[in-house]
């Protein structure tokens, strides 16, 4: 909203950029609560304009035609309008419009979890400088409010550890498959029927989504901005039935999950997002369908397990809100926004790949003869890595037989030496397959 105003407003008039799923939710439900804001906040919330990319497509929030446009920045300059939602998706036009917002005393509601991921530092800089507010609840989980705890809730705690699904798409889809037996092809092809998937289906399938959300989460919990292609990304399309059905042999689940890990001692901090083995009970390993989960180890609370649905309009549009109501509160001085530049932990660096320990879960397609085995365990050895378990599944027709191996702890370096070499190891006939096994218990 303005800060310039003088007093405070009985009506705070909202312009939405990106007039999608969320931002229809948005309008909407801002309308059907209209009766609770000035209870909660002494105001109206009111939305006024959207912009959107064709006039002539239809919708299912039905809006007058005269608060449609396909000009964002009118909505931006427009003084009638007091906030901003930026609900658009991209970056550099949804980056643009944002810093005009700002300099024209604007605060501004998002959902945009790739703006943030790149330029977060700047716009948080920028907000800051310009006494406005820049809520980006949405960003990361859709309905978890998982920015608001660790900003807020959980603010006295270090956090060693921060892992979960931040991909309700990846889930829904790995779901399916396990529990009824469906191809990957099979699912992928029902999700996008149901709208689950990214236009990029890249951002779903190959783990990008989950990545950003991983930077941002890093930032929050640690003050270091990870630079994405630092980041082990690693998606879901190589997962086959057969990997599902050895994981649950092995007490398992496999998950696409982001993981955030900050050693004390040396302050190194490492992100990934990746499919990864973890066991049974542990609650992020029971978290189905679309829904998202985020598990939080803090120094002070203990652990901390949030879930709930992660995607699609009402979810999402719920943090938007959620972010509008604390942007008037602040400008009606009933609270204060917390500080985005929240933390200055200059000494965390990335961690390097020697200093990420785990296990592993490795399947290889082989020549089915003798000998086979010891080759695969002695190109492993040679690289210090040990097996702690290992089935073999014959194939017929003198197809390549299925090796399953996991491994004992070793590094994230050492495994992926393992791999360049059992890519070049005779007998070894197609692509290896390599997951985590992650147990955030046994975590050194």
């Known amino acids: 909203m303005n800060q310039s105003s003088n007093s405070s407003p009985s009506k705070i008039r909202i312009g939405i950029l990106g007039f999608g799923t969320v931002g229809q939710g948005t309008w909407k439900h801002l309308q059907e609560n209209a009766q609770f804001w000035p209870k909660i906040l002494g105001v109206e919330l009111i939305?006024?304009?959207?912009?959107?990319?064709?006039?002539?497509?239809?919708?299912?929030?039905?809006?007058?035609?005269?608060?449609?446009?396909?000009?964002?920045?009118s909505i931006v300059d427009d003084p009638q309008i007091d906030l901003i939602c930026e609900l658009m998706g991209g970056v550099d036009e949804a980056k643009e419009?944002?810093?005009?917002?700002?300099?024209?005393?604007?605060?501004?509601?998002?959902?945009?979890?790739?703006?943030?991921?790149?330029?977060?530092?700047?716009?948080?800089r920028a907000a800051e400088e310009a006494g406005v507010g820049y809520g980006f609840e949405a960003s990361v989980a859709g309905g978890i409010p998982i920015i608001k705890v660790l900003r807020e809730s959980l603010v006295s705690n270090e956090f060693p550890?921060?892992?979960?699904?931040?991909n309700g798409t990846s889930n829904y889809i790995l779901t399916r498959m396990e529990k009824e037996g469906?191809?990957?092809?099979?699912?992928?092809?029902?999700?996008?029927?149901?709208?689950?998937?990214?236009?990029?289906?890249a951002l779903d399938l190959d783990g990008v989504d989950a990545a950003h959300k991983a930077v941002i989460l890093a930032y929050l919990a640690h003050g270091i901005w990870v630079n994405l292609n630092e980041v082990t990304v690693?998606?879901?399309?190589?997962?086959?039935?057969?990997?599902?059905?050895?994981?649950?042999?092995?007490?398992?689940?496999?998950k696409l999950i982001g993981v955030i890990r900050r050693e004390f001692s040396n302050d190194h901090v490492a992100v990934a997002v990746h499919p990864a083995l973890i066991p049974i009970e542990e609650t992020i390993a029971r978290?189905?369908?679309?829904?998202?989960?985020?598990?939080?180890?803090?120094?002070?609370v203990g652990t901390v397990?949030?879930?709930?649905?992660?995607?699609?309009?009402?979810?999402?549009?719920?943090?938007?809100?959620?972010?509008?109501?604390?942007?008037?509160?602040?400008?009606?001085?009933?609270?204060?926004?917390?500080?985005?530049?929240?933390?200055?932990?200059?000494?965390?660096?990335?961690?390097?790949?020697?200093e990420i320990t785990g296990r592993f879960y490795l399947?290889?397609?082989?020549?089915?003869?003798?000998?086979?085995?010891?080759?695969?365990?002695?190109?492993?050895?040679?690289?210090?890595?040990?097996?702690?378990?290992?089935s073999q599944t014959p194939h017929e027709n003198e197809e390549p037989a299925s090796l399953i191996l996991t491994t004992h702890q070793t590094n994230e370096h050492s495994i992926a030496q393992a791999i360049s070499g059992l890519k070049d190891l005779p007998g070894v006939v197609d692509e290896p397959v390599l997951f985590r096994m992650f147990d955030p218990n046994g975590i050194s």
């Open 47 to 73: 939305p006024a304009r959207a912009s959107v990319r064709s006039l002539e497509k239809e919708r299912v929030v039905k809006v007058k035609a005269d608060q449609l446009t396909t000009d964002s920045v």
């Open 97 to 124: 419009l944002t810093l005009r917002a700002f300099a024209q005393g604007k605060s501004v509601v998002t959902a945009n979890k790739a703006l943030i991921c790149e330029h977060g530092e700047e716009l948080f």
């Open 161 to 166: 550890l921060i892992y979960g699904i931040l």
């Open 182 to 201: 469906a191809s990957f092809e099979e699912v992928l092809g029902d999700a996008r029927d149901l709208g689950y998937v990214e236009a990029d289906e």
């Open 234 to 254: 690693e998606g879901i399309r190589r997962i086959s039935n057969e990997d599902l059905k050895a994981a649950a042999n092995l007490g398992c689940r496999i």
């Open 287 to 300: 978290t189905d369908g679309v829904h998202n989960g985020v598990c939080l180890n803090g120094s002070v």
């Open 305 to 354: 397990v949030l879930t709930g649905r992660g995607a699609g309009q009402d979810p999402t549009a719920s943090s938007v809100i959620s972010d509008l109501v604390d942007v008037v509160k602040v400008t009606n001085g009933i609270s204060s926004m917390p500080k985005l530049l929240h933390v200055a932990a200059d000494q965390c660096q990335p961690a390097a790949p020697e």
């Open 363 to 390: 399947r290889l397609a082989v020549d089915d003869r003798p000998g086979q085995l010891a080759k695969v365990a002695d190109c492993l050895a040679d690289r210090g890595i040990s097996l702690a378990t290992v």
